[in-house]
């Protein structure tokens, strides 16, 4: 029921935590290793990268900046919702969008 994406835990690449998800209309049981969890509400500041998957890392720095210059903090964690899928369609030309959850 949406983009796929992945949720980073943290932004700390030494101990990494990532999940790898699909947004669902309806949350289905658990099954071993596989688990259905919310992503969390309130207010998020997002980007949207177009580009190659390894020219993403810029674009986290614009939103924190931005963040930050109204007040707000990210709360550590992130979400990368691929918009696209590169090897389909002409081009193949990576759309990334990233959100930030905001304390």
């Known amino acids: 029921d949406g983009m796929p994406f992945g949720a980073y835990d943290n932004l700390d690449i030494s101990v990494l935590d990532l999940e790898a998800g699909f947004p669902v209309a309806k949350i289905p049981p658990g ?3 596989i688990y259905a969890g919310p992503i969390p ?9 177009i580009g190659a ?5 810029p674009a986290y ?4 900046i931005l ?19 590169p ?8 759309e990334t969008e990233i959100r930030f ?3």
């Open 87 to 94: 090897n389909e369609g002409p081009g193949g030309i990576a």
């Open 67 to 85: 963040a930050a210059e109204h007040g707000f903090i990210p709360s550590g964690e992130a979400y990368e919702y691929f918009l696209n899928d």
């Open 41 to 49: 509400e309130g207010k998020f500041i997002s980007t949207i990268h």
């Open 61 to 64: 720095d614009a939103p924190t």
């Open 31 to 33: 099954m071993g290793e």
């Open 101 to 103: 959850p905001l304390k």
């Open 53 to 57: 998957y390894g020219t993403l890392a």
